[in-house]
């Protein structure tokens, strides 16, 4: 899990063809849970899409979170269609590896994914993740709604000071809408269950993050700070 050792972001006219005619074949069920990889997914369940590093630990620790129903891992946020796994590590499609974690939100919250992905790994190393260097090594949140959107910046915000006051230095994570998500190649799919022994890569900073349990939340805590707009809540 080695990649460029000068790690940049390309434009899309340096991006990698890929592929139009042809999509990953994707496992029939997550090796370690026996859940559908795909989906369809009921009403309950939400999906996430973050990247951390190396998505082999990163799918790792999302799998055994409670609440977590499936997970899988991929491509996302670059430009190449359907990249391979060697093209990704070429620097060369603008992906990063992430991992996708469905959850049942009657037993857990957006916030406590979110937390988990803070607080399982470095955000503060721009284009790298310990030993892993590179673009697709990143930190980042692709979210599918406003509501991701904002609880992804709540939680990077509340997050930062704790980092400050450990020594840490500014949050590089990048958070953008999920325009796609590519599925990486089977044997990718929950590698260290099938390899215990594998390498992993993945560590966080020992810094607890904040955690907000919902939106109403969020809103009590913002409003002392900024009582000109509190006339306005909840209307």
Sequence with gaps: MFGRKTPGMITPAQALPGRTDQTM???EAHFEKGSS?????????QTLVVGMGCFWGAERIFWQTPGVHSTSVGYAGGYTPNPSYEEVCSGFTGHTEVLMAVF??????????????????????????????????????????ETQ??????TRDAFQPKLTAAGYGTITTEIAPLTHYYFAE??????????P???????????????FSSYAERLLDYWPAHPEHSSQAMT
Aim: proline share 7%; charged share 15%.
């Design 104 to 145: 049942d939100t009657t037993v857990t919250s957006l916030e406590d994914m979110l937390r988990t992905f803070w607080e399982n790994h470095d955000p503060t190393q721009g284009m790298r993740q310990g030993n892993d260097m590179g673009t697709q090594y990143r930190s980042a949140i692709y979210y599918t709604s």
């Design 25 to 27: 074949p994707v496992p």
């Design 37 to 45: 990889l795909t989906g369809p997914w009921a009403e309950n369940m």
């Design 186 to 195: 089977p044997y990718h799919q929950q590698y260290l269950a099938k390899n």
């Design 197 to 211: 022994n594998g390498y992993c890569g993945v560590g966080g900073t020992g810094v607890s993050c904040p955690a």
């Design 149 to 154: 959107r904002e609880a992804a910046e709540a």
